[in-house]
């Protein structure tokens, strides 16, 4: 099908012009249309600037998504404030109608909202994630070329000497409380420093400017030939290709012998007012149906493949699952919100 769209007024004054307005009313094609879901746009609302993770997993996903739900996707992106600018425009401007939509990254949002609360809405509450997308690591990394520090015990003595300067993309994030966490733990000094989005980061490391960087690992594993990483916030050891392409890295709980929680660093996913499943519950159930069939779609794993970034990152989780997430994202932030503060 085709992308394009013909404004729904203009449609249903050319049907009435074609068919007779004595014969066909304004009210029946109305309430024939009103009957179908989606008959217009879906408006999509993203967290972030585009040309980014969330930006390449949102068109990897509205390449198959449109197919199902037999319409376009109209994306405006909102970046700033961490994330703040784009959720709070959403819950200002989204109708409870089904048919906008909010996509980001849970981890780094939740986290936010435990530093500070959000502004005009409620969280948890007042929104909903569905349909999440992938599940992807929180990583410490350095350039490849550049770098003298090869290991993250390297890391760690050079931590013990002089603070560390670490690029991070935002504050209150999984992968920037990872190394936050880890610093306290094993007694070296980190300096984070916010540049604004991963690929920002990504050059700061390769320039030599930030001694490493922490972000979601599969930006760094695209590039794996530039960039280093030297472990990873995940529970289980990762292997296959994407561990080699991980330089083999140890996850931080089994070389350390900490107990961290896993943080999952990205963790993209679709939210939805509370009130528009309240309101159309029957919508929203097209929106869960015809979203978890993306995911196993194999023409979804071939688009997403051509972004040359990891297919094993991609995860499917349904409303429970996300909200699972959410909850343990939750409860992790609140135990390390000081640091996120830089309080401590």
Not at 35 to 47: C, E, G, H, L, Y
Not at 188 to 200: A, D, E, H, R
Not at 299 to 307: G, L
Request: hydrophobic content about 40%; glycine content about 10%.
């Amino acid at each position: 099908m085709t992308d394009f769209w013909i404004p729904r007024r203009t449609l249903l004054k050319g049907s009435a012009a074609a068919l007779g307005t004595a014969a066909l009313s304004t009210s029946t094609i109305s309430s024939a249309f009103a009957a179908k879901f989606p008959s217009d746009p879906i408006n999509v609302i993203v967290a972030t600037r585009e040309g980014g993770g969330a930006d390449r997993n949102l068109r990897a996903v509205w390449s198959v998504w449109k197919k199902y739900l037999k319409t376009r996707m109209e994306a405006s992106f909102y970046p700033g404030a961490a994330g703040r600018v784009g959720y709070e425009k959403y819950m200002g401007i989204a109708k409870p109608d089904c048919y906008t939509l909010l996509f980001g990254n849970m981890g780094p949002e939740i986290l936010n909202w435990v530093v500070q609360a959000p502004r005009g809405f409620k969280y948890p509450g007042d929104y909903v994630y569905f349909n999440q997308v992938d599940a992807d690591p929180g990583v410490i990394f350095v350039d490849n070329k550049r770098s003298k520090i090869k290991t993250i015990d390297d890391l760690v003595a050079l931590g013990k000497k002089r603070p560390l300067k670490v690029g991070v993309s935002r504050i209150a994030h999984p992968a920037t409380l990872g190394i936050l966490a880890l610093g306290k733990e094993r007694g070296f000094q980190v300096n984070v420093i916010p540049l604004s989005g991963g690929k920002n980061t990504r050059n700061g490391v390769k320039s030599g400017e930030m001694d490493c960087g922490a972000l979601p690992s599969g930006g760094i594993v695209r590039r794996w030939k530039n960039f280093r990483i030297l472990t990873h916030f995940d529970n289980k050891e990762i292997g296959g290709s994407l561990g080699k392409k991980m330089y083999n890295a140890p996850s931080a709980n089994k070389h350390f012998g900490t107990t961290f929680p896993a943080l999952i660093a990205g963790a993209r996913a679709f939210a939805i007012k509370a009130e528009a499943i309240k309101k159309y519950p029957d919508r929203f159930a097209i929106l869960e149906k015809t979203g978890k069939q993306v995911i196993s779609d194999p023409e979804f794993e071939k688009n997403y493949k051509k972004t040359k970034a990891p297919f094993e990152l991609i995860k499917y989780g349904n409303r429970d699952d996300c909200a699972k997430y959410a909850a343990d994202i939750w409860k992790v932030g609140s135990q390390f919100k000081d640091l996120m503060k830089g309080k401590t």
